[in-house]
């Protein structure tokens, strides 16, 4: 008894170290970013690699953002983001409320070829949107950025899921209350769906975020780019000057960082529930 003890708590300990190094090794990348962040330019590629600068530089940061068009990007970005998400939330939800809980002829069928177009390729529709665009007027306009990224059959789908996990009983009980869809969709199935709505705030908010295809082609003014191909502006007009790109990249990351600080309780609860069910 105790050699079989004494094996299983051998095999935990290994299969912990080896996650230990495997997630050391996924940080580090985003670890030596920082570090080098607070470097001096001669400092950064330095072997062997010095995690905490033998002198920290504090003017990276305001060098990236006072002295180049940082701020600029980073409003742009929060533009589109933002707006994106308010579109994308509530029409994900409400269309995945009428998918989950309304009964019309065909709705099966819809459903199916909405989630059929997330086959087709996002390189496939580039060229027809650009003419499309073209011809309403929307190209230079972060109008190209956002209508695209509100309609999503993905995230349709995942709310859809979250809702069809919700006994259909409470929707019955409401609409014997005299609650009509409004009412249910807002006070009874929304506040049951959390994690669902995080999960989805999550997914939406990076993809709009490091969005790079479609503000690289929709978007040539200046004064319109997000921070994604703003940092790559950036990166080749500081092409040697690492440390401050290093302060770029982290600076572009740190919304998503703190994002997930604040979110990760219900995101993670989200993949607890989905792996209870039934």
Known sequence: MMNSK??????????????????????FPFIWMVS????NEIDVMEFPIRIIPKVVNWNNYPTVWFKSDFPLYYKNSLIVTSVTLIGTMILSTTAAYGFARLKFRGKNIIFAVYLATLMVPVQVVLLPKYIYFGQLHLNNTFYALILPGIFSAFNTFLMRQYFEGIPYELTEAAQLDGANHFRTFFQVILPLTKSGLVTLLLFSFSWTWNDYINPLIYCNKESLLTLTVGLQRFQQAQSTHYALIMAGCTLALAPLIILFLFTQKYFIESFASSGVKG
């Open 6 to 27: 004494c094996k299983t708590f051998l095999l935990r300990l290994v299969i912990t170290a080896l996650v230990g190094i495997f997630a050391l090794l996924c940080i």
């Open 36 to 39: 080098a962040s607070f470097k």
